[in-house]
């Protein structure tokens, strides 16, 4: 058995020790959260050790992350193109606003600390993806006691999706990561402050959301509307409360979120004029394929959550209208149906667009988990046994499936033989300005290795252009290099 299975085994054995022992803590939360946030850390980092960029679309964001790692304010995808290129092909122009920039910085901060290495590359998200996991817990328990919080964060810690995106490997990793962890910091807020004066709390949400909204999207205000739901308590005093609180909170977003662009529309108006455009038809078509039925993301609830996951749910829903806090519940509520039925209205739908909202399904399944116990305590005969069942399965179908997505035994080996082959050609072509062409992954060459590089052979003329511009030009000669190529005395060819 490969070294990486036999650790990937002790990581998913090690993992769900603790979250056992911590599902099993008596009185003892902090010790409890403790565990949780540990198996969390440990099933992201071996699942983040992959030693690759993956390809989709965490290569582009770590190439651009390292860009910008020494010029902030200039998020580049090449460097400096020595060939023309089509502004609007995010997969292979300069100027790069594709995503926002606020994941990207993060990345780009630990770049500068660290160096261009894929691990690296994930830390934001796994942290973040971590840290996430107690502010699942914090909601939980302040919406429905210690119990559904811990059940809240125990299902956080070992979601296979949430794993996946801070580790990298579906699309749009560190991107999605980050977002859904300042998005969900929002929320805790908005909670944290409700009952705070106005001035405090609209502009501290808001604050925040704009933060959540420079990693990814302004859906994030949504934790804006929440807190001016909590303002709610049917009076006009607390109608005009909610009112200032969304206004303040809006401006607040604007302010954080604001600036970024308006730099940007000013230094490069013909990018952001385009990435705006093309945003914007996400709303209305299935841009690049990302198609699929109005509930796509409905439908994807049971794979991500739990076959059970649905009966929570409903469950949940049917409790808003009675019982004690009953505005926390619908608070709850609110922050799972307005990103799901946002994203269900978008035409372009992607697994981890809706995924803003996990936490809530997170805690929406801890509240029902803890209503089933505690009719296992009063039911009889085959009632007892149902509910026993039903809370077995409510945390052994997400395990299921987050095992499935760490893939302790499948992993690839933490073999870099591919990136340290990129790291000595890099070595081996330091000193003078160089392009690389016929590189077969010339986005990761780049991010190894400090030069510029394309996947086809150049032209007479981009050679020309190339070597007028000051540039060695190197070719990776794989046996098919043209006859012309071998005999220009401006080309160096090399083996790859």
């Not at 198996?39 to 910008?68: C, G, I, M, N, Q």
């Amino acid at each position: 058995m490969e070294l990486r299975a036999i650790v990937g085994a002790g990581v998913v054995a090690s993992a769900a020790v603790l979250l056992t022992l911590a599902l099993r803590a008596r009185r003892r939360d902090r010790a409890a959260v403790g565990m949780i946030l540990a198996a969390a850390l440990l099933l992201r980092l071996f699942t983040a050790s992959d030693p690759f960029l993956h390809d989709w679309d965490e290569r582009y964001h770590a190439l651009v992350a390292k860009h910008l790692a020494t010029d902030p304010l200039r998020p580049t995808l090449y460097a400096d193109p020595v060939l023309p290129y089509d502004p609007h092909d995010w997969l292979a122009n300069h100027v790069w606003l594709h995503k926002e920039p606020g994941a990207l910085w993060a990345t780009a901060a630990c770049i500068r600390l660290l160096g261009a290495h894929e691990l690296v590359v994930r830390i934001p998200g796994v942290l973040l993806s971590t840290l996430a996991v107690g502010l699942t817990f914090a909601i939980g328990r302040t919406v429905a006691g210690s119990r559904a919080g811990l059940v809240a964060a125990a299902l956080h810690a070992m979601n296979g999706l949430l794993i996946e995106l801070a580790a990298g490997r579906v699309p749009t990793d560190q991107v999605d990561s980050v977002f859904v962890a300042v998005a969900e910091f929002g929320v805790w807020v908005a909670l944290a402050t409700r009952r705070q004066p106005w001035w405090a709390a609209g502009p501290a949400v808001g604050v925040v959301a704009g933060a959540a909204a420079l990693t990814k999207s302004v859906v994030s205000t949504f934790a804006v509307g929440l807190a001016s739901l909590l303002a709610m308590d049917g009076t006009r005093r607390g109608l005009a409360r909610a009112a200032t609180l969304l206004v303040t909170g809006i401006l607040a977003t604007a302010a954080v979120y604001g600036p970024w662009h308006a730099y940007v529309d000013r230094a490069f108006p013909q990018e952001a004029a385009w990435e705006r455009q093309y945003n914007l038809e996400h709303l209305g078509s299935a841009v690049e394929g990302h198609d699929g039925p109005w509930w796509y993301h409905l439908g994807r609830i049971p794979r991500y959550f739990g076959e059970l996951a649905p009966l929570s749910l409903l469950w949940f829903l049917s409790r808003l209208p009675r019982g004690e806090r009953r505005i926390e519940r619908a608070f709850v509520a609110a922050w799972w149906f307005v990103p799901y039925a946002f994203f269900s209205a978008v035409a372009t739908r992607m697994p981890g667009y809706a995924m803003v909202a996990a936490p809530a399904i997170f805690v929406m399944i801890g509240c029902h988990w803890v209503a089933l116990r505690d009719r296992l305590r009063g039911a009889p005969g085959p009632g007892r046994w149902l509910a026993g069942a039903a809370c077995v399965l409510l945390l052994a179908l997400p395990a299921r499936y987050g095992v499935e997505r760490v893939k302790p035994l499948d992993s690839p080996p933490w073999d870099r033989a591919e990136a340290r082959a990129m790291e000595r050609l890099g070595d081996r072509l330091a000193g003078p300005p160089t392009v690389v062409f016929r590189a077969e992954r010339p986005i990761e060459l780049m991010f190894h290795a400090d030069l510029i590089a394309y996947p086809q052979f150049p032209s007479l003329e981009e050679v020309a252009l190339a070597v007028d511009r000051g540039y060695r030009v190197v070719v990776l000669d794989h046996g098919d290099a043209p006859a012309w190529l071998r005999e220009d005395p401006r080309v160096t060819l090399l083996e790859p």
